[in-house]
């Protein structure tokens, strides 16, 4: 199926819809960062995934994230000298590093989350949304965000989205 010309309009908006999205959102993530003391939302990031993933593997963030394995050794090694997760070597592989939180990385995501609704713009545009429109079509809205992530990365690569919101409601609910 081509693009024919009101398509390609259409594209155009969408194109530069997603990227005004983005700057706000990749801006947040930083704020979000600086002011938990960590030197970038990559950081931030990688303690989301350890906290919902607890040992998980160096290279499984790195698929996830989409960022290259020894990016990620350099976020956890920085990580380290602030205490805030460790390192394992696998006892079946020697090459295999999984990551754990310790006590300080854990309150960090957890005051993280506390902040997240003041520090990312998303969150008051999202409820504007569901007050304009009401709670079936942001339920949509999400579905359709989880359709194009699916068709753009394959599910493998974004299971886990869906998984570590289940585990982040059972570890703040438990």
Known sequence: MGINNNHTH???DV???LRAISVVNKDDWEAAARRLQLDSAVQLNILWIVYCYEGV???????WTFWHPSSVVIHVKKMM????VTIEKSDKDGRVVNVY???KGRMTVEE???QAPDVFRITRALESLENRYGRNVSALFFE???????ELHGQEKINWIRESDEKVRKLTHS
């Open 81 to 84: 000298e602030k205490e805030l």
């Open 112 to 114: 993280s989350r506390l």
């Open 10 to 12: 259409e594209l155009h």
């Open 57 to 63: 593997r160096v290279t499984q963030i790195a698929e």
């Open 101 to 103: 939180l310790t006590d």
């Open 144 to 150: 359709c965000l989880d359709f194009l992530a699916e």
């Open 15 to 17: 194109l530069n819809t």
